[in-house]
């Protein structure tokens, strides 16, 4: 029967077997979309709740910024640099973990 439901099927199912379906492929999936897919579903469960409260503020509003597919590719862009220069401040230049952050062994500004 042709309108026979078919479960959905992921990538590791049709590796074990024949399948015919809709997968995007990797060059169909730009750079600002895997960024708001970052900023929405990875990020999050990472650094939610982590901060002091200002600072996880800033944070969260640069996370709902990037994370949302309704605003231009500029804007989400500008937004996780955002966010990335807010989270540079976080981290610990600490000696002990240069081999974490080269670039705190690297550069003068740390």
């Known amino acids: ?8 099927k992921d990538v590791f199912t049709c590796l074990t077997s024949d399948c015919n379906t809709t997968l995007p492929t990797c060059s169909s999936i ?4 895997s960024l708001e897919m970052v900023c929405k579903h990875i990020l999050p469960k990472l650094i939610t709740n982590k901060f002091p409260v200002m600072m996880q503020q800033k944070i969260d509003t640069q ?12 804007t989400i862009l500008k937004s996780a640099l955002t ?3 807010l989270l540079k401040q ?7 973990f240069f081999y974490r952050y080269p670039e705190c062994k690297y550069s003068d500004k740390y």
């Open 1 to 8: 029967m042709p309108n026979e439901f078919q479960p959905n």
């Open 30 to 33: 730009h750079d600002v979309q």
């Open 63 to 74: 996370l709902k910024i990037c994370g949302n597919s309704s605003f231009s590719d500029h």
């Open 83 to 85: 966010l990335l220069e």
């Open 90 to 96: 976080l981290r610990s230049c600490d000696t002990r």
